[in-house]
């Protein structure tokens, strides 16, 4: 059998969801929605940004770069499920078993690095509104965004490397439903202990670090809300944060629960993982931009220019 990077697996098999045999069309017909759905959201939110004026901000610039992660993030894994739900093959061939694990990296670690810089922004905002315009300029922006997508691309390839240098012997039946480290390494016929521990030190210092971040700017930001002395200030000041607070929190759960224990529950990490690519997603539209009245407004004029509401 042909070997790949000293290993004789080609191929490896999805088993999917834990203790749901049988259930396949009820998955099914519950996820194919949540995934539309992810995919609708956050495209119209891109297109928004991309085409209001008004919305040519640095909020709305990270948060267009937020529905791309959204859109490939949920892409990485989902359509791979839904196709084995409905009975089409489990197989995953060996080079896209380290695609799908680089990208599931590569997109989720963007996540904490955006949310880090979406903290910036808004402390920023908040904490030095007059020279908001001048430190968040377009050049700053581009600059910010495009190292949370290479400090993306370092962090997965570190983690991809340590994975898949290891040889696979066989058994080739991944206990998951897409490929990822917790689920591969046991089927690795050499010592992972290396593999565990720079994997377990590489996703707890990217979160540590950038939830710290976090940590610093909403205190600041907290400070400076609770110095405003109206009302109707604090209240504005604290809606322009309080969805971020929520997305980060739904981010973090996830992190912690999967791989930042000693002796993860396969169960219970499944869960959270089909919440964390599914739902997650698809609320991020949801909590950041389609109750905010500037995004409507934009929706609301892209769907006249083509016929289908009447303006207003």
């Given at each position: 059998m042909?070997?790949?990077?000293?290993?004789?697996?080609?191929?490896?098999?999805?088993?999917?969801?834990?203790?749901?045999?049988?259930?396949?069309?009820?998955?099914?017909?519950?996820?194919?929605?949540?995934?539309?759905?992810?995919?609708?959201?956050?495209?119209?939110?891109?297109v928004a940004v991309i085409s209001s004026a008004r919305l040519h901000t640095p909020m709305y610039f990270f948060l267009g770069n937020l529905s791309v992660f959204d859109v490939g993030f949920s892409s990485v894994t989902c359509p791979k499920m839904l196709l084995y739900l409905v009975g089409l093959s489990r197989l995953i061939s060996y080079k896209d078993c380290v695609s799908q694990l680089f990208f599931f990296h590569f997109l989720g670690s963007i996540e904490c690095f955006?949310?880090?810089?979406?903290?910036?922004?808004?402390?920023?905002?908040?904490?030095?509104?007059?020279?908001?315009?001048?430190?968040?300029?377009?050049?700053?922006?581009?600059?910010?965004?495009?190292?949370?997508?290479?400090?993306?691309?370092?962090?997965s390839s570190v983690l991809t490397f340590l994975t898949f240098t290891l040889p696979y012997c066989g058994p080739n039946q991944v206990a998951h439903f897409f490929c990822d480290i917790p689920a591969l390494l046991p089927l690795a016929c050499a010592d992972t202990s290396l593999a565990q521990r720079v994997s377990f030190t590489n996703v707890g210092l990217v979160s540590l670090v950038c939830f710290l971040l976090i940590l610093v700017s909403y205190t600041r930001i907290t400070v400076s809300i609770l110095s405003i002395r109206t009302t109707e200030g604090r209240r504005r000041a604290f809606s322009t944060c309080s969805a971020h607070l929520i997305a980060i929190l739904c981010a973090y759960g996830p992190i912690i629960t999967v791989y930042l224990q000693p002796t993860p529950n396969p169960m219970l990490g499944t869960v959270v993982q089909i919440l964390m690519n599914l739902v997650g997603p698809m609320l991020n539209p949801m909590i950041y931009t389609l109750r905010n009245k500037e995004v409507k407004t934009a929706l609301k004029k892209i769907l006249h220019r083509t016929g289908r509401v009447s303006e207003g």
């Open positions: 042909e070997t790949q990077n000293s290993s004789v697996v080609t191929q490896f098999i999805l088993l999917g969801i834990p203790h749901t045999e049988g259930l396949e069309t009820i998955l099914f017909v519950l996820f194919l929605p949540f995934y539309a759905c992810t995919l609708l959201g956050n495209l119209s939110i891109l955006l949310y880090t810089v979406m903290a910036y922004d808004r402390f920023t905002a908040i904490c030095h509104p007059l020279q908001y315009t001048v430190i968040m300029n377009p050049r700053v922006c581009v600059a910010l965004a495009a190292g949370t997508w290479l400090l993306g691309c370092i962090h």
